[in-house]
C-alpha cells in the first residue's frame, strides 16, 4: 500500500506568510485606487455642476465680464440649478465621507461667497480671470487632517471659472484664494 503524503506543518506555515505577505501589498493598493475613483467621480460631478452654472449664466444674461456674482449671472446658491437647470440634487454630494461626524453627507462648496472671507469676488476675479476658483471639494482628507490647519498637507480638487479642473495635495488653508491660486 501507498501511503499520501501530506503537507508538513513547516510547509503550510510558508504558504500562509506567502498569502498574508501579499494581501500586504494588495489591499492598501486596492484601497488607494478605491479613494481615486471617488475623486475621479467627484471631479465628474462638479464638471457638470460647472456646465449647469454656464448654462444658468446664459439663460439669465451673464455678461461675461469679470465683476461680482450677480453682474456675471452666477446663480446665488445652488438651488437655483436644482430648480432652474433640474440638475439632481445627488450631483452635489460628493462621495467621499463627511469630515465632520455632524453632517450626513458631503457637499461641494462655492468659492465665490468670498465676501465671508473678508475678499471681494470682484476685485479676486478681475485679479485672476478664468483662473478664479468656482466650485470647491474638499472632502477627500483623511478624518485626522484639520482642514484650516496650515501645517498639515490637504488633498482638495476644484473647477476654476474657465472651466478647468485641478486637483491639488498641499499646505495651507483651504478656504482662501490664494491656496487654490498659488504654486
Known amino acids: 500500500m501507498r501511503r499520501l503524503r501530506g503537507l508538513t506543518i513547516t ?5 500562509v506568510a506567502i498569502i498574508v505577505i501579499i494581501a500586504a501589498v494588495v489591499f492598501p493598493i486596492v ?10 467621480a467627484c471631479g465628474s460631478k462638479m464638471m457638470q455642476i460647472f456646465h449647469a452654472i454656464e448654462l444658468y449664466r446664459h439663460n439669465y444674461d451673464g455678461d461675461g465680464k469679470y465683476d461680482e456674482p450677480e453682474i ?5 446658491t445652488f438651488n437655483e ?4 437647470q433640474k440638475v439632481p440634487l445627488e450631483t452635489f454630494v460628493c462621495l467621499a465621507p463627511p469630515n465632520d461626524e455632524k453632517s450626513k453627507h458631503s457637499v461641494f462648496t462655492r ?8 475678499g471681494n469676488w470682484g476685485d479676486y476675479c478681475r485679479k485672476y480671470l478664468d483662473d478664479s476658483i468656482l466650485i470647491v471639494d474638499k472632502n477627500h482628507n483623511p478624518p ?4 484650516e ?3 498639515q498637507k490637504h488633498w482638495a480638487e476644484g473647477v476654476y471659472l474657465g472651466g478647468n479642473l485641478k ?7 483651504q478656504g482662501t484664494s490664494e491656496w487654490w491660486n498659488s504654486d
Open 167 to 173: 486637483a491639488f495635495y498641499k499646505f495651507g488653508d
Open 31 to 40: 484601497r488607494e485606487s478605491k479613494e481615486r475613483a471617488k475623486l475621479s
Open 149 to 151: 490647519s496650515p501645517v
Open 144 to 147: 485626522s487632517v484639520n482642514r
Open 11 to 15: 510547509e503550510l506555515l510558508i504558504a
Open 81 to 84: 440649478l436644482i430648480d432652474d
Open 72 to 76: 456675471m449671472g452666477l446663480p446665488p
Open 111 to 118: 468659492m465665490f461667497l468670498t465676501k465671508q472671507q473678508g
